[in-house]
């Protein structure tokens, strides 16, 4: 964390252009410094996530303040562990683990919580929060799962984050397939909040455990949407275009 070094000096000098001798020492009173650091607060974000979509629920997010070297995915690259398990259970746990594990001191690791998101982000829903950043944190990145999906996301990575207070950037998030699990469209081979959160009667099926049998051993893509050839309706379920609508502002 950069310091600034604050030093104060006191000082009063005795003239000799008056006094009678001219090689008599010159008076003076010591010099007083007094020094001190000064640390400067650590950098405010306010972090806003709009849900763009007409039906389609997403998990509260994953993120993280870093540096460059942290990357949650990548087009055309296997998904990590934790990105999978976002994207086909909408458990956050494991990434967060990881990312409380492995980021270093001047990255921020941020999960859901009373402080962040508490719940699911509904369709059309705006959430804010506040996240204290570091001197070193210079990006940000987020996972969040698309709920009624096999193993569908949505995100960013490496967003640069403001420098000024009062500064904003500006994203749209796109929808991603994990690669990981067919898309059977299937209630019980979805999460279970799905159905009741978005209006429809699942009969209590679903499940939040991957199941081996549909693994698809894949890359991260653009999801292609919604077919509806089973238990979602694309026309609720789906969507055209962005995803998320994502708002970082510099507020200290």
Known sequence: MRRTLVVTLGLALGSAACTEDPTAPVESEPVDIQ??????????YRITITNLTSGQPLTPPVAALHGRRVRLFRL?????????EIAENGNVGPLLEHLSETLRPFEVPIGPGPETVPGPIMAGETVEFEVEGTRGARSFSWVSMLICTNDG?????????????????????WGYDAGTELNTEAWPDLVPPCGPLTGFDSMGQGTGMSNPDLAEGGVVRLH????????????VHGWRGPIAKLVIERIG
Do not use: W
């Not at 020094?35 to 405010?44: F, I, T």
């Not at 960013?156 to 998030?173: E, F, S």
């Open 224 to 235: 292609r949407g919604i077919a509806g050839d089973a238990d979602l309706d694309r026309h």
């Open 153 to 173: 996301f949505t995100g960013v990575n490496r967003r640069r984050l403001p420098r000024h207070v009062g500064q904003r950037v500006r994203a749209y998030t």
């Open 76 to 84: 055309g690259h296997p998904a990590s562990f934790g990105v999978k």
């Open 35 to 44: 020094a001190g650091y000064y640390e400067a607060p650590p950098p405010m």
